[in-house]
């Protein structure tokens, strides 16, 4: 067992339909993954990292109720755990496969639960888990900007893919943690914050200050504020659903991963529309909003920017979100881990995946042709530099991680068992405490 910072980068795997469902968004296949997934763990290990946020492609692999292509997972999780490199495995990337059709479908939570469990059995060995990516930014590209999926512009239609959406993650946790009682939850959440032009502006820039939380309140069993309480039942969310996240709630085996970008932060005019404003608080300010709201372990866990003309504009990019890094931590906030995201450029983000023209993005430590960009080697020297210093520090909170290669061992079990029993234990006692409360 091992107890160090999270350096990470991942391979994106964003997957959603467009044009009426008729396309889908398939960024393995775009970014080349599928042709050089050896190359690409290759470049992993190249790089000195050691986490590496991955999933396999949903909508391939999840091809019905009990039914599942594990071909192409057999292959790279295998090779990953020979390399031992530390998967946080990222289930559901902004789309499913076509036979559920989208987030409304109200059978997906429970299908999704399954889809979970049934990884978690093949892949014992596996201990972190981003169930579902960026919940809040999927039902909303998904349901209210009509983007994606099921391409919906309503109020309603995001409440029900949201709820959908969070009941999917929270199912899936327990479905995990059944198989692998020391599993632990990594969220990667989008870290928004919205500015006010002007006074008349105050007000439509709370209401989504206080919307962006929404996820992670439902998540997290945290009550929401009174306004986003009533939004949500006066667009289809019943007491009934909204109980069953204040009784479900695992949030002690969750990391809060915040993922922050150039474009996280909006201005807010009167009638309540909104522009980028380009960072104005940044990383640091705005994780320890989150943190003061859910008291969680923290993880950046998404962040990157376009090389530029100059070359180095990602470079003091990365050294930027470091710094917010390091001042977070620095304030006593227990920071776990950081992560440029992705590995490689990606293709057609700068429309949002809206749009399918083959864009080339120069986001990624490596370009597309695996040759590694400056910040792919700067972030090679600032893990060097950081990775033994970090892990000293009483700060920072260490995860205790098993490596694949250890999985197997008798005291590796035993930490199991241990978690076993103190789950049963925690839900025995809420068993007792419901009982006495009727």
């Known amino acids: 067992m091992i107890n ?70 057999d292959q790279t999780f295998n090779d990953l755990r020979l390399r031992d490199i530390v998967p946080i495995v990222d289930l559901c990337h902004f789309g499913v496969p076509d036979w559920i059709g989208n987030f409304q479908n109200p059978d997906f939570p429970e299908l999704f639960a399954g889809y979970a469990r049934a990884f978690a059995q ?28 099921e391409q919906l512009r309503s109020d ?26 020391d599993a632990l939850f990594i969220q990667s959440e989008s870290s928004e914050y919205f500015h006010a032009e002007n006074p008349a502006a105050i007000k439509p820039a709370e209401i989504l200050n206080a919307k962006r939380f929404l996820s992670l309140d ?14 949500l039942l006066d667009n289809g969310m ?26 996280n932060e909006h201005r807010v005019a009167a009638d309540g529309s909104t522009r980028a404003s380009g960072e104005v608080f940044g990383y640091h300010v705005i994780t320890r909003q989150y943190h003061d709201r859910y008291r969680l ?48 450029d990606q293709v057609d983000w700068d429309a949002a995946l809206r749009e399918n023209k083959g864009t080339v993005n120069p986001l990624g430590l490596c370009d597309l042709h695996r040759q590694i960009r400056p910040v792919g080697h700067a972030y090679k020297q600032l893990i060097s530099d950081w990775q033994q210093v970090l892990p ?3 700060v920072c909170l260490q995860v205790p991680i098993i490596m694949p290669s250890e999985s197997g061992q008798p005291w590796a079990q035993q930490k199991q068992d241990d978690a076993k029993q103190a789950r049963n234990q925690v839900s025995n006692s809420v068993s007792k405490t419901n009982q006495a409360d009727a």
């Not at 201990?127 to 009509?146: D, H, I, K, R, W």
């Not at 909204?242 to 085996?253: D, I, M, P």
């Not at 090389?307 to 003091?316: F, I, L, S």
């Open 4 to 73: 160090q910072f999270l350096f990470a980068t991942g391979i994106e795997n964003s997957n959603p339909t467009i044009q009426g469902g008729t396309y889908r968004q398939d960024e393995l296949e775009k970014c080349g993954h599928y042709q050089h997934w050896r190359t690409d763990f290759d470049l992993v290990e190249q790089l000195g990292i050691r986490f590496l946020r991955y999933g396999p492609p949903i909508h391939t692999t999840f091809l019905g109720e009990g039914n599942y292509d594990w071909s192409f997972a």
């Open 122 to 149: 093949r892949f014992p060995w596996v201990q972190l888990y981003t169930p579902v990516n960026e919940m809040y930014v999927c039902a909303e590209f998904s349901a209210l900007y009509g983007w994606w999926n």
């Open 156 to 181: 309603t239609a995001f409440v029900t893919a949201l709820k959908y959406i969070v009941k999917a993650n929270v199912l899936a946790m327990g479905a995990i943690l059944e198989i692998r009682p």
């Open 218 to 231: 439902l998540n997290y069993g945290r009550r929401v504020d009174s306004e986003m309480y009533e939004y």
């Open 238 to 263: 019943s007491r009934d659903e909204y109980h069953f996240f204040l009784s479900h709630n695992l949030k002690q085996y969750c990391i809060m991963g915040n993922d922050y970008y150039q474009t």
């Open 297 to 344: 372990p923290v993880m950046h866990t998404e962040t990157n920017l376009w090389q530029g003309h100059n070359g180095d504009e990602a470079v003091n990019w990365l050294w930027k979100e470091w710094a917010n890094v390091l001042r977070v931590r620095n304030d006593g906030v227990p920071i776990v881990g950081f992560t440029w995201y992705s590995l490689t």
């Open 392 to 394: 000293a520090q009483s």
